[in-house]
């Protein structure tokens, strides 16, 4: 989106935002992602998108969550550094929960252009970044990642290698086992990349 485009789009966000109450605000937008929000109750961060503004990407995101009724609540904005830079990056938390309201939770480091932008992260953004596949041992794990041993430690590894492991789990508790019993399922949320 040009630079112009996106001001006149927040331009036009900010004013539909002042112009109507927080609940008619929201059904306006994409039905399936519960709106950024800080600690703090009075102080709400809405979504940065109209739903007729939203990238292909964007949509295919949207279409997984609606059908197969999951929900995405994207939260609790951060600045942090994470362990692979040396800069702050607005950090979210966020939770993934099914009709059964099973939920798996975890944290997203956005990009420095999106910090830097004020650009706050989609249901894409959070999906396309997730583990979609079972990670094996820890030894496949370096060699699918083609980890160099001798720049990271053991306990960075074990670690990440732990973080990868649980987040996958936690996805197959939510979508259900990553088998052919559960095929369409995985499939879709594997073409969100």
């Known amino acids: 989106m040009e630079e112009d485009e996106h001001k006149k789009v927040h331009a036009n966000f900010q004013e539909q935002r002042r112009a109507s109450n927080w609940r008619n605000f929201h059904n306006n ?3 399936n992602i519960v709106d950024i929000n ?3 109750k009075n102080n709400i961060i809405v979504k940065k998108m109209e739903v007729n ?3 292909n990407y964007e949509l295919q995101a ?3 969550l609606e059908k197969y009724g999951l929900k995405l609540r994207i939260y609790n904005k ?10 702050l990056h607005n950090t979210y938390s966020w939770e993934l929960q099914n009709s059964k309201g ?3 939770s975890g944290k997203f480091y956005d990009s420095l252009y999106n910090t830097n932008k004020g650009i706050l992260p989609t249901a894409y953004d959070i999906l396309a970044c997730l583990q979609k596949y079972d990670i094996g041992t820890i030894d496949d794990f370096v060699q699918k990642i083609s980890l160099n041993c001798t720049k990271i ?14 987040e996958y789990q936690g ?5 259900g086992p990553d088998n052919k019993n559960n095929n369409a399922i995985w499939e879709d949320f594997r073409e969100i990349q």
């Open 29 to 31: 937008v994409g039905k």
């Open 38 to 40: 800080s600690q703090r």
């Open 53 to 55: 503004t939203m990238t």
């Open 62 to 64: 949207e279409k997984f």
């Open 78 to 87: 951060r600045k942090r550094v994470p362990s692979w830079d040396n800069k």
């Open 102 to 104: 099973e939920k798996t």
């Open 153 to 166: 430690s053991i306990s960075q590894i074990q670690k990440t290698y732990k973080l990868v492991v649980k």
């Open 171 to 175: 996805l197959c508790t939510v979508l």
